[in-house]
Structures are given as C-alpha cells and as structure tokens.
C-alpha cells in the first residue's frame, strides 16, 4: 500500500470508482507532459485502487455465492449427472 494512500475500504464504489477515473486522468496527463518520476508513484496508487476493487468484486461473489446455496439454488443442484 501506498504511504499517501488512506485507507480505500471506508470509500463508497461509487467513490471508489471516481477516484479511479481521475487517477487515470492523472496518469495519462503525467505520461503526456509531466515529470518522469510522478508515473511510477501514480502507478502504485492506481494498483491499490485496483486492489481494493478486486477484494470488493471477490466479496461480492462469494456472499452472493452463500445466498444461493442457502437458498438451495446452488449451481451443483441444477444438473444430475448420475
């Protein structure tokens, strides 16, 4: 994690997200006209965004993942085979 990076978990995805987007902004902008050694420090914040999204996305499927078996609508009962 970044040192300047606060803590992205408290951020909403619709934050989250915006964030993201001005980074990228950022980082094409520094590619384009500013100094060599911003990009490598945009590219490490860029990846603990992309982090935090992915941990988000993984939480995401897995809960809707135990709502289904809980609900017995689990993919290992749609198909018998034997």
Same mark, same amino acid.
């Given at each position: 994690?970044?040192?300047?990076?606060?803590?992205?978990?408290?951020?909403?995805?619709?934050e989250?997200?915006?964030?993201?987007?001005?980074?990228?902004?950022r980082?094409?902008?520094a590619? !384009?006209?500013?100094?060599?050694?911003?990009?490598?420090?945009? +590219?490490?914040?860029?990846? #603990?965004?992309? &982090?935090?999204?992915? !941990?988000?996305?993984?939480?995401?499927l897995?809960?809707?993942? +135990?709502?289904?078996?809980? #609900?017995?609508? &689990?993919?290992s009962n749609?198909?018998?085979?034997?």
């Amino acid at each position: 994690m970044h040192p300047l990076v606060s803590s992205l978990s408290t951020l909403s995805d619709e934050e989250l997200n915006k964030k993201y987007s001005e980074l990228s902004k950022r980082f094409s902008q520094a590619h !384009r006209f500013g100094p060599a050694n911003v990009i490598p420090q945009l +590219q490490m914040i860029m990846q #603990d965004y992309q &982090a935090e999204m992915q !941990r988000r996305s993984a939480k995401a499927l897995e809960d809707m993942r +135990q709502r289904m078996d809980k #609900d017995g609508k &689990a993919f290992s009962n749609i198909i018998d085979i034997q």
